[in-house]
């Protein structure tokens, strides 16, 4: 069986890679870098009529309607192009919780405003992915209370979703009564996380089970593990375009064979994390039995593989690669943090184990 995108995942591919190619040059990252705010308006303006906020929400909510695999298609394209943007929480954890655990109400209220681009939402669901860092909730009825220090997407939220250790779920708005909301620098500039303290601050439970919640977590997972492939990739074709243009002793180093060598070693490592990405977004679209594995197989294979990669492209630039001139750091510094969030390689095998009877709960 082939196994590929289809011509209409392709074009959705195309669109936001030439969007993002024309938004994102490298002196403009370097700026949104400086700014550390993980957001700029102009970009998620550019991106919302991209359709890329709601790629996920039905079109009965204004949304566009698709599915996992075009989401993946999509993290790779902004992790290719070191966007700070928030995708992962923002765009796919936050709907997907509230379309399986919300009502009625919270469906029709928040995810058309998803889609548009006039909602966002920050995610935290430290208490569930063993993240360190503050993560202690308690939910009273209607009021949370407590501290979490690991909010994905916080640039310009306007809402806040935790998950607590039982595996309920509560969206507040930033804004609201008894919260306290800031950013806090990671060692990725394009996305800090977000801190926040609740105090009886009021609530919107979304109660769908820990069942619900772990899947709204692998599927941020997923989404995460797709970021790290496109950066990989990019930091791979700058290695290969910095050997074939920089000259040694009179000669492209890319002539030299250690230097063929390890670019062909960086592509071999790569390139079969791409179908392990597109088929776990596929198996997670359709349900099957073993997308969890899969999920918890690709965030820690990908973690440790673009690692590697992120390590020998810059040892490919010799010391150019630790300079600021080409920016190779920015796409260095996403794969570690890509790695770390939502739960490390350590604690994804620990949970593959669990989930295949290897380890206790």
């Not at 969206?171 to 008894?178: F, I, R, S, T, W």
């Not at 910095?242 to 390139?271: D, P, W």
Request: net charge negative.
């Amino acid at each position: 069986m082939r196994f590929g995108l289809s011509d209409e995942q392709k074009m959705l591919d195309e669109s936001v890679r030439g969007f993002l190619s024309r938004a994102l040059p490298l002196d403009e990252v370097r700026r949104l870098a400086a700014a550390g705010s993980g957001y700029d308006a102009a970009l998620a303006n550019g991106l919302t009529e991209q359709g890329v906020t709601g790629i996920i929400v039905l079109e009965e909510y204004g949304g566009v309607g698709l599915g996992m695999v075009e989401a993946v298609v999509v993290a790779e394209a902004l992790g290719y192009a070191a966007a700070p943007f928030g995708f992962a929480g923002a765009c796919v954890m936050a709907p997907l919780a509230i379309a399986k655990a919300g009502d009625d109400g919270a469906r029709s209220e928040l995810l058309g405003g998803i889609a548009a681009g006039e909602r966002r939402v920050a995610v935290d669901f430290s208490a569930l992915a063993g993240t360190t860092g503050a993560a202690e909730l308690t939910l009273d009825g209607d009021r949370l209370s407590g501290t979490v220090q690991n909010l994905l997407d916080p640039g310009a939220a306007t809402d806040l979703l935790v998950a607590l250790a039982d595996g309920r779920m509560a969206l507040v708005e930033a804004d609201a009564a008894g919260v306290k909301f800031g950013l806090r620098k990671t060692v990725d500039r394009t996305r800090p996380l977000g801190t926040a303290s609740f105090d009886g601050a009021t609530a919107r439970l979304l109660d769908g089970g820990r069942d619900v919640a772990k899947d709204v977590l692998q599927a941020g997972r997923l989404i995460i593990a797709a970021d790290s492939l496109g950066a990989g990739q990019r930091m791979i074709d700058q290695a290969v375009a910095y050997a074939n243009e920089r000259e040694q002793f009179g000669r492209k180093i890319g002539s030299f064979q250690a230097v063929k060598h390890t670019c062909s070693e960086l592509v071999g490592m790569l390139e079969p994390c791409r179908s392990l990405i597109w088929y776990a977004g596929y198996a997670r679209e359709h349900g099957m039995e073993d997308a969890p594995l899969t999920i918890l197989h690709a965030k820690s294979h990908l973690g440790e593989i673009t690692r590697e990669v992120s390590r020998m492209a810059t040892e490919v630039h010799g010391g150019m690669g630790f300079t600021d001139l080409l920016g190779l750091h920015f796409w260095f510094k996403r794969i570690t943090f890509d790695r770390q969030v939502l739960g490390g390689p350590e604690r994804c095998r620990s949970e593959a184990a669990t989930l295949q009877g290897w380890a206790a709960a």
